[in-house]
């Protein structure tokens, strides 16, 4: 827990309140309201919470002015190219970069939980094959609770243990499950002879009547996309994981709610809507047009892929994303991409363009990764699972550390009400 680094006095009318600051390690210092409707009945109002911290956390910090993402103190960019997924797992589960026979035996417990209870495999079937992935793997997620009757109990360290791991193992092949039963193709088993990433790639995209070798470029883009996208403080999605936990909900049910508010387009949905986007815009020379439009105030339409409510600089995983894009389509040999070419124009335009500069708006996360994913096979649709199955073992390093939390209460809002005072019934008849 944060140590009183200071007071802040709040007066309004009569009252003067004192109310305890903290100083974090990196970052602004808090004022601690948790007293103040007890000192001063008043509440503190912040619909979006743009100025509130939720809680105390050591795993992800974000300098949005700088535009650096720290996992565990470690630099993005660096974990990106020197690490790998199932390390930058270990690393935000246990607070360290593991010893190479910790990371050993980290591998090996994840890779004997890839397989999903052969049941499971019917739960797919009573979908339509048109459902959404995410509609899928949202219920599946939540339907492991049904299955894994022996990792619910979030008060025994061990179980809550399993269930992370099972969780980490299982994601890849749930979304990779969710996108055969989408083609109507047969569910391919995880083979565990091959890393995490590879062997994502091999169950999407095998089929039992050909070998299938797995791409070490593709297999390579596609583990730095999941450390890309691991964790990121207390976005949406991580908050709806750390609410529904306090509750004492079971980790899968925590899950499955931190998936569907993924899905949103203002948040891992982006990615899909933002490659949708560049599609729409097919060519360069109508960018201006789709520019003028994100600009217009009486226009719902915005830049999808731009824009973040923390960095107010380069989102250093775009960054990250860019060199990705252009490395795997060259490795690819896939020449004059037209939506790459798009999306570089575009940013070229905006970052030049008076309106997003004033706003800081800047690509983030979602902008580029859709057009690795496109050149790697993938259906826009896979999007948001492919980033859900990433932010699992983000969501449940804060789910764990919540509940490692000994003042840890259930999250319970207030509001500031603005309905009708109380009145008295009125029979139909007399209305
Ligand atoms: C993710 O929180 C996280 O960390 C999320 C994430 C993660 O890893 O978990 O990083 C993943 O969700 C990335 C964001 C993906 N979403 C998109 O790309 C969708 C497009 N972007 C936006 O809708 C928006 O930028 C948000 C939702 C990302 C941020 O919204 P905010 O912080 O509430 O900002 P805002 O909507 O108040 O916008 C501020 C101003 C507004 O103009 P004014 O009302 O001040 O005149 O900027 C404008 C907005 O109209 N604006 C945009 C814009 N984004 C903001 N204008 C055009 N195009 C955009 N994309």
């Known amino acids: ?13 009569d009252k003067s309140i004192a109310l305890p600051m903290y100083s974090p390690t990196l970052g602004p210092d808090v004022i601690d309201v948790t007293g103040l409707y007890k000192l001063g009945g008043v509440f503190t109002y912040d619909p979006g919470y743009t100025s509130t911290a939720s809680c105390d956390s050591t795993i992800t910090y974000i300098d949005g002015d700088l535009g650096e993402l720290l996992y565990r103190g470690y630099p993005i960019d660096q974990l990106a190219e020197k690490s790998h997924f199932l390390e930058v797992c270990y690393l935000l589960l246990y607070g360290n970069l593991p010893s190479a026979n910790e990371l050993e035996d980290f591998e090996d417990v994840v890779t004997n939980h890839t397989m999903v209870h052969e049941q499971m495999a019917s739960f797919f079937k009573g979908f339509r094959r048109d459902a959404h992935p995410m509609a899928i793997i949202t219920g599946v997620m939540g339907a492991m609770s049904a299955f894994y009757h022996d990792s619910l109990d979030i008060n025994d360290e061990n179980q809550r243990e399993i269930a992370a791991i ?20 047969p569910f391919i088993y995880p083979k565990n002879a091959l890393d995490y990433s590879s062997n994502f790639l091999r169950m999407c995209f095998k089929v039992p009547a050909e070998d299938y070798e797995v791409n070490p470029i593709l297999s390579r883009a596609m583990d730095r996309i999941f450390t890309l996208h691991a964790d990121h403080e207390q976005n949406a999605s991580t908050s709806t994981v750390r609410l529904a936990g306090s ?3 079971n980790p899968f049910a925590c899950i499955a709610a931190g998936i569907a ?3 949103g387009p203002a948040h891992g949905g982006a990615n899909e809507a933002a490659l949708d986007m560049l599609r729409e815009i097919g060519t360069v020379d109508r960018i201006p047009e789709y520019v003028a439009r994100a600009k217009d105030k009486d226009d719902p339409f915005r830049l999808m892929g731009f824009g973040h409510r923390v960095y107010k600089n380069f989102d250093p995983r775009a960054k990250v994303m860019k060199q990705s ?6 490795l690819l040999g896939i020449e ?18 008076d309106y997003f500069v004033s706003k800081k708006l800047y690509p983030n996360v979602d902008f580029y990764s859709g057009i690795i994913l496109d050149a790697m ?8 699972p492919i980033f859900a199955l990433s932010r699992t073992v983000g969501w449940i390093s804060q789910w764990k550390e919540m509940l490692g939390d000994p003042s840890q209460r259930i999250g319970r809002p ?10 008295d019934y009125v029979d139909v008849e007399n209305r």
């Open 1 to 13: 827990m944060a140590k009183k680094t200071g007071t802040a006095t709040l007066s309004f009318g």
């Open 336 to 353: 004059n991409n037209e939506t790459l070419k798009v999306a570089k124009e575009l940013e070229r335009i905006a970052l030049e363009d």
């Open 325 to 330: 894009a252009d490395e795997v389509l060259d």
């Open 166 to 185: 099972r969780m980490i193992a299982k994601m890849p092949t749930i979304a990779a499950m969710a996108y055969k039963y989408s083609t109507g193709q």
């Open 247 to 249: 509750s004492g909900a």
């Open 414 to 423: 207030r509001q500031l009400y603005m309905g009708d005072i109380a009145r």
């Open 377 to 384: 096979g993938f259906p826009t649709s896979m999007f948001t």
């Open 261 to 263: 508010c993924l899905w």
